[in-house]
């Protein structure tokens, strides 16, 4: 099944809070609209990449590698297969994640 999503549910509207507080660079009030919802029922299943990518960078700004990486290796769960107009983000993201998990090493 495809998944879809209603651009008036609550979920989608707490994803565009949270993009108009990071384009602001107000990261630490835009977290709280990331990390809470998003419930992983079938109609986030097109919004959570989303989230997910939008929580790497903002832990990966923090310094917080660990939850960047598992952000990042969400996101490339999902995305992994994308089309190919979308290859240039989810390349981003794997060279993003490898570089992370190097510098843990």
């Known amino acids: 099944?495809?998944?879809s999503y209603n651009?008036?549910?609550e979920d989608y509207a707490r994803l565009l809070r949270a993009r108009a507080l990071l384009?602001?660079?107000r990261d630490d009030d835009a977290l709280p609209w990331l990390v809470n919802g998003f419930d992983l029922a079938e109609s986030d299943l097109v919004l959570r990449p989303h989230v997910a990518l939008h929580l790497a960078d903002i832990y990966e700004r923090k310094?917080?590698?660990?939850?960047?990486a598992e952000q990042l290796d969400l996101f490339?769960?999902?995305w992994g297969d994308c089309e190919p107009?979308?290859?240039k983000i989810v390349d981003d993201a794997r060279a993003r994640?490898?570089?992370l998990?190097?510098?843990a090493s």
């Open 1 to 3: 099944a495809v998944a």
């Open 7 to 9: 651009p008036f549910t």
């Open 23 to 25: 384009a602001l660079g």
């Open 63 to 68: 310094g917080d590698r660990r939850r960047a």
């Open 76 to 78: 490339l769960r999902y």
């Open 85 to 87: 107009r979308l290859r």
């Open 97 to 99: 994640l490898a570089r």
């Open 101 to 103: 998990r190097a510098q």
